[in-house]
Structure formats: C-alpha cells, structure tokens
C-alpha cells in the first residue's frame, strides 16, 4: 500500500535562504507524485507534479521537486525563500492503480525577515 | 481555469444538527471528493464518487453521508453533528481522460472551516 511521510511538521527559514520540504513515499507501483500548498484559510493548490517525463520537475513560484526511485523521495526546494512563500506544504501520491490520493501530515513553512 | 466551490466558508453549528456542505465544480469532472483536515494528520478522504448517484466510502466515512444527484454537485451530510467532526472540510474534483483513465491531479475549492458547539 502506498504511504507518503513529510518529515517536519515545521521548517523556518530567513528569507532569501534555501528551501527544502522532505517527501518519502512508499509505492508498489510506479508513483505519481504532487506538491500542493495551501496558504492561509484557502483550498490547497497544485505546486507541481511528477508524471514519469522527467525527473526534476519544476512548479509555480520558483519552486522544483526532484524524483528519487532510489531514495523514494520526492523532496521541494526553493533556491530562495520570500516572505509570501509562508504556507503549508503537502506531498501527495497516487494510491495503488486508482485515482485517489494519499496526501502527507504537511509542512508548514516559516519564513523570517 | 477549474473552478470548485463549496457553500461557505465558515459555518457554525450545534451538536445534533443536520449539516449539509455543497460542493460545485464547473468543469465537467466525472469525479469528486470529500476530505477533511486537522492539524498533524494531513487530509484524510472521507467519501468520493465517479459518477452520478455512484459514491465509495473513504478512509473515514462514519458520521458521514454524501449525496450527488447533478455531475457538478456534491454534498457532504453530517446527520446529527458532533463536536469531534469541527474541522476543516475540503472538496476536490478530478477528470477523466478520453483513454477512460483517471487522472490523479485533484481540484480543491477553498474549503469550510465547521465549529460544532
């Protein structure tokens, strides 16, 4: 069965650093993989997925995700946090040949000035 | 653009009541879903349904109904309101393509954040 793991639930980091979320998934097929955020009292939106094409997939706002079958990772990163970036972060995945998703416990991202 | 939306945002009910949360997407999409979220525990799918009057129970369906009787609507009931079930509630909705697969991108709509008293 497919499962999905974020590891922490809180990252802080100053603006202008790097950014990296943490995604492990688990997956007896081959995975399709998304990042979703969700600001503050809104619905989650897509970020960027992974569909098999390629490996390192880029998203909106700058951010990008790289496939890893051998680590089964699917980590976010941001060369360089804004302020607006302050959100929650979910990593999803394909659950077994249906069309659900399974979704992380979510990362939410602190930025300091 | 896909547009979901859901009949409010903020709702406030009392134990016992009869809620229901409307969901509509405007985009022609055979499936929809209905989650709800809480702090630590990521979203967890309480009901989806592929079709018209067709539904499957998700991960967390007690205490809970769904109704879709229109492609683009689809309602979530709590038939008699709990203080456990004060949460965020989201929907979403996905396509299928012409092949008959389903694609897993999910649409979400701003969601309803429901206090039980």
């Known amino acids: 069965a497919q499962s999905v793991t974020q590891l922490g639930s809180h990252v802080s980091v100053s603006e202008g650093a790097l950014v990296l979320l943490r995604c492990n998934y688990s997956s007896s097929v081959p995975p399709y993989l998304f990042w979703y955020v969700q600001y503050p009292n809104q619905g989650l939106q897509l970020l960027l997925k992974?569909?098999?094409?390629?490996?390192l997939v880029k998203g909106i706002n700058g951010f990008e995700a790289e496939f890893k079958k051998s680590e089964t990772s699917f980590h976010l990163t941001k060369p360089s946090a804004h302020m607006s970036d302050a959100a929650e972060y979910f990593c999803?995945?394909?659950?077994?040949?249906?069309?659900?998703?399974?979704f992380g416990s979510g990362t939410r991202l602190l930025v300091r000035p | 653009d896909v547009k979901v939306t859901q009949s409010s945002r903020y709702l406030v009910k009392r134990t016992g009541e009869k809620v229901f949360l409307e969901c509509v997407q405007d985009m022609d999409h055979e499936n929809m879903f209905w989650y709800r979220q809480d702090p630590g525990l990521g979203l967890r799918l309480i009901y989806f349904s592929y079709d018209v009057k067709m539904k499957e129970k998700g991960d967390i369906p007690e205490g809970y109904s769904v109704s879709r009787e229109k492609k683009e609507r689809f309602s979530l009931i709590l038939e008699s309101a709990s203080t456990n079930q004060t949460s965020m509630y989201l929907c979403?909705?996905?396509?299928?393509?012409?092949?008959?697969?389903?694609?897993?991108?999910?649409?979400f709509g701003p969601g309803t954040r429901l206090t039980v008293t």
């Open positions: 999803a995945v394909g659950r077994d040949s249906s069309y659900k998703l399974i």
């Open positions: 992974y569909t098999s094409a390629a490996t």
């Open positions: 979403a909705s996905s396509y299928i393509w012409a092949s008959g697969i389903s694609s897993y991108e999910q649409y």
